[in-house]
């Protein structure tokens, strides 16, 4: 079995940043052993914007500069990143200017991963995106999302989003809801 585990947007901005919350800090170390322990390539996405970003429609809407290109916000978080450098696996990094990467499920169908499983943040905002892209790009592989690894804006929108992954038949890990 061919597997792929995508780290989404660990990001300082989404951890203890300008968008930070405590549920994206408290599953800090639950990401760091998912990365140590996978059995299987690693990508990770970066959420990535420019000075201009108050000018763009996302700006317009969520009027908080964040992960600036460069930035320290824009850079994992210094514990995933020793994770993902100790696990001495190659990681392939997408940049991302908006929440879901079309380049990243086209890379996962090109791949032919089985199995994709999806850790990170937000899980009702850039989870959601890349794991539906993703589902639409290779229906037939087995996608998973283990919420034990993942934060949402607030925990309600988290719990919300996890429940529409399952309607589009996403298996769910670790879901203590």
Not at 61 to 74: F, I, M, N, R
Not at 78 to 95: I, L, P, W
Not at 101 to 112: G, H, P, R, W
Request: glycine fraction near 6%.
């Amino acid at each position: 079995m061919k597997k792929l585990l995508v780290v989404v947007d660990m990001q300082n901005d989404f951890i203890d940043g300008a968008l930070g919350t405590n549920e994206a800090v408290a599953i800090v170390p639950a990401v760091e052993k998912k990365i140590a322990e996978w059995d299987g390539d690693i990508v990770c996405t970066l959420d990535t914007h420019s000075d201009d970003y108050l000018a763009t429609s996302e700006g317009k809407k969520l009027p908080v500069v964040h992960c600036v290109k460069d930035s320290d916000g824009w850079q994992i978080n210094d514990r995933v990143c020793v994770a993902v450098k100790t696990s001495r696996k190659n990681v392939k990094v997408f940049t991302k200017g908006t929440f879901g990467s079309v380049e990243l499920a086209e890379y996962i169908k090109e791949q032919d991963y089985d199995y994709i499983e999806f850790i990170g943040l937000c899980t009702d905002i850039c989870v959601i995106s890349n794991v539906l892209v993703t589902k639409a790009m290779v229906p037939e592989a087995t996608i998973v999302v283990d919420a034990a690894c993942c934060a949402g804006v607030t925990p309600d929108s988290h719990k919300n989003a996890l429940t529409a992954m399952k309607s589009c038949q996403i298996d769910i890990a670790n879901d203590l809801c």
